[in-house]
């Protein structure tokens, strides 16, 4: 069993940077691919970023790649999702998801653990 716990975001002007962290409790933690997703009002819940088991591989969606950067601590078992350059496009609850799999894939029926989420409000 993991546990996901979110912290981090919040509100921020257009342009502006904020940073997830999502630490995780379980002893594999090391093992598990780790993603993020965003759910904005009215809108399905979408892919934001991934990172392997081992932080080799990382993929982004392309309306965040160049601004966006997944990290991994395994030390400290958890990730941080960098954001910068902020869109309102970019307003959600952001999700953090563990899989199993170990890949950090980038599809939400691959994740197994969810976290509560974590309000992030851009204003133009």
């Known amino acids: 069993q993991v546990q996901l716990v979110e912290s981090g975001g919040g509100l921020v002007q257009a342009g502006g940077s904020l940073r997830l962290s999502c630490a995780a409790s379980?002893?594999?933690?090391?093992?598990?691919?780790m993603g993020w997703f965003r759910q904005a009002p009215r809108k399905e819940r979408e892919f934001v970023a991934a990172?392997?088991?081992?932080?080799?591989?990382?993929t982004y969606a392309d309306s965040v790649k160049g601004r966006f950067t997944l990290s991994r601590d395994s030390a400290k078992d958890t990730v941080y999702l960098q954001m910068n350059s902020l869109e309102p496009e970019d307003t959600a609850v952001y999700y953090c998801?563990?899989?199993?799999?170990?890949?950090?894939?980038?599809?939400?029926?691959?994740?197994?653990?969810w976290g509560q989420g974590r309000q992030v409000t851009v204003s133009s």
């Open positions: 998801a563990a899989e199993t799999g170990g890949l950090g894939r980038s599809y939400i029926r691959d994740y197994d653990y």
């Open positions: 379980g002893r594999t933690f090391s093992r598990y691919g």
């Open positions: 990172i392997s088991w081992n932080g080799g591989s990382t």
